[in-house]
């Protein structure tokens, strides 16, 4: 029997399992998970100590944590160690952030697209492989770390970013498979790795997956911090950690290279795995060294084209240090057999003759020019973010929160992605939204998207519509 009456007891949340047909602790799970789906339980809420629980539902200690435990491992509640568990920032939303259909007559500027620049100039380079008598012996299986002349053409791929590494280079079937394959083969269900309070949703959606808890890292200035990062790894138990150091998505920001350093000071010293995405490095002018550079043997350094020169171009190379290369490679085995050797052909050809880096410069090109007409239609707003960055912050006035707004611009035919869809555990999201200024098909169609934007920023902040 409970040992407190809880009839006028200040619980956060009671959960009823008066017709219960599965085991309690799912049942339980599946209660939580439906009352944060469904709104009543509030990003924020904390919920009530596991021990009073326990004792409101008459139930042992062990049911509710291995409730919580399944809820966690889904990135429905956060723990937070001193403070108590609490219902995650972004439980209730989507985290796949993919583009609309193109029959949904929306202006897409959520996901994060190059423009068809690249698209074009591969096709016409395929067209020309495809002429080769030898095209065909394109369609058998590949090595995991490719020819040695495809190794050189990545090394010099690294070379445009500032980065000259001797470490093994083994190939994905782009960024995500790469982060994917790195967090299978090196971590286990349950355990913890670091993040920016704000980062990419596509580390979430593969964190949730592998039942692994992204904790977030505190920061100043956008950055983090070595006392957070120490503390994370002594007191929240963090065996590894996940940064975008250039053009971070979704802030934009690029890192010091002082933090860069740090980073890799702390990675050697406690012997924390880093995951360096590269994913936007290749689109910087002015080049910052990488991480890896300052830890070789801590960091995984993943380089994709996916965002710089072509969606399509699923490739990724991956930098790791000898003693993770195995793991890393019979995970990637167990998920792609093998990387379509015609794409590591098509890269590395792009790569050698020049023709990426003619894309890369267009690429900037237009992309300055599709900066300027944010400039010019939210230069009396907050937006973060270089010329050459494919995507912008834009912070918002205090009468909107993120999803408001990403809520009021759906309604009016614009695809834009808040602030929370990015944020980890129960840190609480700036009012913001993420902009891809690249994602448009024209400069037209952008044009009239930051029309529609600036207008809805302009309005009172009343987001109620009529159908």
Same mark, same amino acid.
């Given at each position: 029997m409970p040992v407190n009456s809880f009839d006028e007891y200040p619980m956060s949340w009671k959960p009823d399992l008066s017709n219960v047909s599965v085991p309690l602790y799912i049942a339980i799970a599946d209660q939580l998970q439906q009352d944060i789906i469904e709104g009543r339980l509030a990003p924020g809420t904390k919920l009530p100590p596991q021990r009073e629980l326990a004792d409101f539902l008459d139930v042992n200690l062990s049911t509710i944590s291995r409730a919580f435990k399944l809820c966690g491992q889904k990135g429905l509640i956060y723990a937070s160690i001193g403070s108590g568990t609490f219902v995650s920032s972004d439980a209730a939303t989507n985290k796949m952030l993919l583009p609309t259909s193109s029959s949904s007559h929306m202006i897409e500027m959520g996901s994060v697209l190059p423009a068809n620049i690249g698209n074009e100039e591969v096709s016409q380079y395929m067209k020309k492989m495809l002429s080769n008598p030898n095209f065909s012996k394109l369609f058998q299986y590949g090595r995991p770390e490719g020819s040695a002349w495809q190794t050189e053409a990545a090394k010099s791929l690294f070379e445009k970013v500032g980065y000259q590494t001797d470490q093994p280079i083994i190939l994905a079937a782009g960024g995500q498979n790469g982060i994917v394959g790195s967090l299978l083969g090196l971590f286990q269900p349950g355990d913890r790795i670091g993040t920016d309070p704000i980062t990419y949703a596509g580390i979430k959606t593969a964190a949730n997956m592998l039942g692994i808890q992204l904790v977030a890292i505190q920061q100043k200035n956008g950055e983090i911090t070595k006392e957070g990062l120490l503390y994370a790894c002594k007191n929240e138990h963090i065996k590894g950690l996940y940064v975008i150091p250039d053009f971070h998505n979704p802030t934009t920001h690029t890192m010091s290279v002082e933090t860069r350093k740090m980073i890799g000071e702390v990675a050697r010293k406690t012997g924390l795995i880093v995951i360096e995405d590269a994913i936007y490095s290749l689109l910087k *002018?002015?080049?910052?060294?990488?991480?890896?550079? @300052?830890?070789? !043997?801590?960091?995984?350094? $993943?380089?994709?084209?996916?965002?710089?020169?072509? &969606?399509?171009?699923?490739?990724?190379?991956?930098?790791? &240090?000898?003693? @993770?290369?195995?793991? $890393?490679? +019979?995970?990637?085995?167990?998920?792609?057999?093998?990387?379509?050797?015609?794409?590591? *052909?098509?890269?590395?050809?792009?790569?050698? +003759?020049? $023709?990426?880096?003619? $894309?890369?410069?267009?690429?900037?090109?237009?992309?300055? !020019?599709?900066?300027?007409?944010? #400039?010019? @239609?939210?230069? #009396?707003?907050?937006?973060?973010? #270089?010329?050459?960055?494919?995507?912008?912050w834009l912070l918002l006035p205090e009468k909107f929160t993120g999803m408001q707004f990403e809520l009021l611009a759906s309604k009016a035919g614009v695809q834009v992605y808040a602030a929370e869809r990015f944020a980890v555990g129960n840190a609480k999201p700036v009012n913001a939204v993420r902009l891809a200024v690249t994602a448009p098909e024209s400069s037209v169609e952008l044009e009239q998207g930051l029309k529609v934007l600036k207008e809805l920023l302009e309005s009172d902040g009343d987001y109620a519509f009529v159908d």
């Open positions: *002018e002015n080049l910052v060294a990488p991480i890896a550079s @300052y830890a070789p !043997e801590q960091v995984i350094y $993943i380089a994709s084209m996916s965002k710089a020169i072509s &969606p399509g171009l699923r490739l990724a190379f991956i930098v790791t &240090p000898v003693a @993770y290369k195995k793991k $890393i490679v +019979e995970t990637l085995y167990n998920m792609n057999i093998s990387v379509s050797v015609m794409m590591v *052909e098509l890269a590395s050809r792009l790569i050698q +003759e020049g $023709i990426t880096h003619t $894309i890369l410069e267009k690429q900037r090109s237009y992309t300055k !020019e599709q900066n300027t007409l944010v #400039d010019h @239609y939210l230069g #009396d707003y907050q937006v973060l973010g #270089d010329a050459e960055c494919i995507f912008r």
